[in-house]
């Protein structure tokens, strides 16, 4: 066989056997199509840009962030054609009337849809035999228009309006379960009760020190079958001890405030949580608390090993904003149901990111944090460019190249974090200072 010829039979399987668009492979069109439908918000009459079509936009837009929005468009060939079968491009205010007029409630339940849905597909960290999460706050700053300013601002001297989202994380792939978000005006605590049942059974969900809530946290251990959080202490923080299992490991019971208890009725005087101190080579004693409260079935070593899994949520942070939303932290949308939709669409596209490293990890034997988010992120935005208008004999030099690309996201190793404070770098000074000269 002419090396010709195997390449035209492996492009033939390719295209008979693969999804290209990262999409589609992830989000199958019945899960659009019920999405619409289950918000009433599909279309009626046959249009050139139906409301299925505008939600893989916003899809789009949320994964190809340097681009217009008529070029996303154009991209995914998301127009059908005309009455007479002619295909010419969507005007820029179509394509942004299309996009208003679906609002963000379809892409609110398709996160829902499939969140649940790839939830099942990938695996957790687990200690003790419970799945390990990590919930935390992050900011999305907003155009200033007279819309976004309903969600107030982070600071008096904020230039921008910001939305205050709060996520549950697998920590183990960073794939997000559930997700609200907001004014700013709202606390994390806030948001993070509308997560109340997200969590899935048999689980550990680790929370940083600002959620600190007797509410919160009765209700989060409450609402499934062992479904367990942990969170680090406040240096002042009233308790009594009610029994010791060594030195630094303890049943502790603390009081609920007045204010908690007019806001709960239900919630008693005390509530109970095992206390973990952490002794640091500074002398200093930190720790944390947690409703795995029974030493035999939950012990310290493990308890403490996962401890230090609450960075991941930051780290996952960081990767959507420095490399998928490109370091340009404002918003595009110019009115306050506008960002709602392009938060979830950004939300949603984030999670496919994660899928694919998921599956580039589990196809080199490797953990999926170990896969490069940014050069993922790259491979999946290329599926778009290089498919489109490519002739089909460049298809199997291309597929080869993103083979040997998948060996190369593997990232090295990561250490160990060691259990010292963390350091906060000296603010540098706004003006240059002439040191005094010392005598020698």
């Known amino acids: 066989m002419s090396e010709f010829s195997k390449e035209l039979q492996i492009t033939a399987e390719f295209c008979q056997d693969h999804y290209i668009d990262a999409f589609s492979k992830h989000i199958p069109v019945e899960w659009i199509e019920e999405a619409v439908q289950q918000t009433g ?5 046959r249009r050139r840009f139906p409301a299925e079509q505008a939600v893989w936009l916003v899809l789009g837009i949320g994964l190809l962030r340097n681009r217009s929005i008529q070029d996303v468009c154009d991209k995914l060939e998301l127009a059908f054609p005309d009455a007479k079968g002619e295909l010419p491009p969507l005007a820029t205010s179509s394509i942004i ?35 390990v999460l990590s919930v935390d706050g992050t900011q999305f700053k907003a155009q200033n228009t007279p819309s976004n300013q309903e969600f107030g601002f982070a600071q008096r001297s904020a230039s921008f309006p910001s939305v ?10 960073h794939v997000l379960s559930d997700a609200a978000f907001g004014p700013v005006s709202n606390s994390e605590i806030h948001y993070a009760q509308q997560l109340v049942g997200s969590a899935p059974d048999n689980s550990l969900t680790l929370f940083d020190r600002g959620f600190m809530s007797a509410e919160l946290f009765m209700s989060w251990e409450g609402c499934g079958e062992n479904t367990h959080w942990l969170t680090p202490i406040k240096s ?24 908690a208890r007019k806001q709960a009725p239900y919630l008693g005087k005390t509530w109970r949580a095992r206390l973990v101190l952490i002794p640091s080579p500074k002398g200093e004693i930190k720790g944390f608390i947690t409703s795995c409260l029974c030493p035999k079935a939950y012990p310290l070593k493990e308890i403490l090993d996962v401890y230090w899994q609450r960075w991941e949520i930051e780290q996952g942070y960081g990767e959507l904003k420095q490399y998928q939303l490109a370091n340009k932290p404002i918003l595009r949308s110019l009115k306050k149901d506008g960002i709602y939709q392009e938060i979830w669409g950004i939300l949603i596209s984030y999670n496919i990111v994660r899928l694919e490293m998921a599956a580039m990890a589990k196809e080199h034997k490797v953990e999926p944090l170990r896969i490069s988010f940014i050069n993922a992120l ?22 080869k190249a993103l083979r040997e690309n998948g060996k190369r996201l593997i990232l090295p190793r990561k250490r160990k974090r060691l259990s010292y404070p963390r350091a906060v770098l000296k603010r540098p000074a706004k003006y240059p200072s002439r040191e005094k000269a010392t005598r020698s």
């Open 97 to 131: 009337k299309g996009k208003e007029k679906l609002g963000f409630e379809p892409l609110r339940y398709l996160f829902k849809l499939t969140a649940s849905q790839w939830e099942k597909q990938h695996k957790f960290d687990e200690v003790c035999g419970l799945k």
């Open 164 to 173: 205050l989202a709060v996520t549950l994380m697998s920590t183990r792939s």
């Open 41 to 45: 918000k599909a279309s009626v009459r």
């Open 236 to 259: 002042k923080m009233n308790y009594e001890i009610i029994e010791s299992y060594t030195d630094y490991d303890h049943l502790i019971e603390m009081p609920i405030s007045p204010q």
């Open 378 to 399: 790259y491979l999946i935005q290329d599926e778009f460019i290089w498919c489109d208008g490519r002739s089909p004999g460049t298809i199997p030099k291309k597929l």
